[in-house]
């Protein structure tokens, strides 16, 4: 069996060898496609392989990629970007796995800050496979899917994304309709970039689609911060309740109508969205954007606030005894944890701080 790494690139001068160091003894052939670099990328990359090739970049990212999985030969094709690094060096029972249990795609973790999830890493290159999607691209999911605990972590990278996304966005929808995928990444661009009243629209419109729920969902939370920005409190909630619709409670979103009501000071009603969060099961697997700490360290951060507002001390200090146990050197744990070693009844409530 062998394994080809595609391979995308521009101006990777700075990461590249970091990233094909990360995974050497993984790959048999390494296919790089560089898509106008004006640094030391294509010099660099020509020390790791033969297979360079240099194609002008269209505003499309699938295009790109589908041109580096077109000159791979190997029974698997693995990709990757220059800004990511694998987790572990040891590949051998990942080979083993994939000539064990021969997959035609396999989905694995990939770690972006606190954030992981799971793409599509490997793909069996007999079943001819293509990336679609200008921006965010991916392979729609087809055949003997399986998963595999390979984790790739993305790094941080100095290059400055600015307006590309946006930009590709903006031209892409005046060409043709979008997918409801591609109106709920079209819509969170808008709404990095500040133009909340643009990404209303098009998250409502992808909302009244037939999307994947797990999209829906996000969409959902997006809108809600979209609203919250232009002053809308009701219809910002009101959006994080309509991710219900969609398919079971997310702890990010109970989360974030917790905080809302906290905002309101309405702390009996914090408490209740919180502690929810709390018994809320895991679901990237299922292809979700969650952060753990949903289930974890910061509701139970905030439900010590809750408490010790509504006056039951002994709840909150039991919430604080659990975030010690979870997160000990965490800012906002340390503080309340000297607010509550000089805890008598005739102190004040936390200062804000501890929040």
Known sequence: MRISCCMIVRDEEATLRRCLDSIRGLYDELVIVDTGSR?????????????????PWKDDFAYARNEALSHATGDYLFW??????????D????????????PDMLFCPY???ALTYERERF????KNFRFVGRVHEAVPPRGKVLRYPFTVVHLSSDKPRGRR????????????PLSPRDLFYYGRELYYHRHYTEAIAVLEQMLRGEGWYVNQIAACETLSLCYAAVGEEELALTALYRSFLYGEPRAFILCDIGQRFLMREKYREAAFWYEAALRCRDHTGEGDFELPDARGIT??????????????????????KKTEALAPAHPSVVFNHHFFASYSPRLSPPPEEGD
Do not use: M
């Open 91 to 102: 590949f051998s029972a990942l080979r083993a796995f994939l000539e064990r249990e021969t």
């Open 111 to 113: 770690r972006v800050g």
């Open 39 to 55: 640094d030391g990328t294509l010099s660099l990359a020509a020390e790791f392989t033969d297979k360079v090739f240099s194609l």
């Open 80 to 89: 990757l970007d220059a800004d990511d690094v694998a987790e572990s060096g």
């Open 299 to 320: 509701p139970l951060l905030q439900l010590v606030v809750c408490y010790w507002r509504l006056g039951e001390t002994e709840k909150a200090l039991a919430c604080h």
């Open 123 to 126: 793909l069996r290159r007999e």
């Open 165 to 176: 996304n946006l930009d590709i966005y903006l031209k892409w929808a005046e060409e043709e």
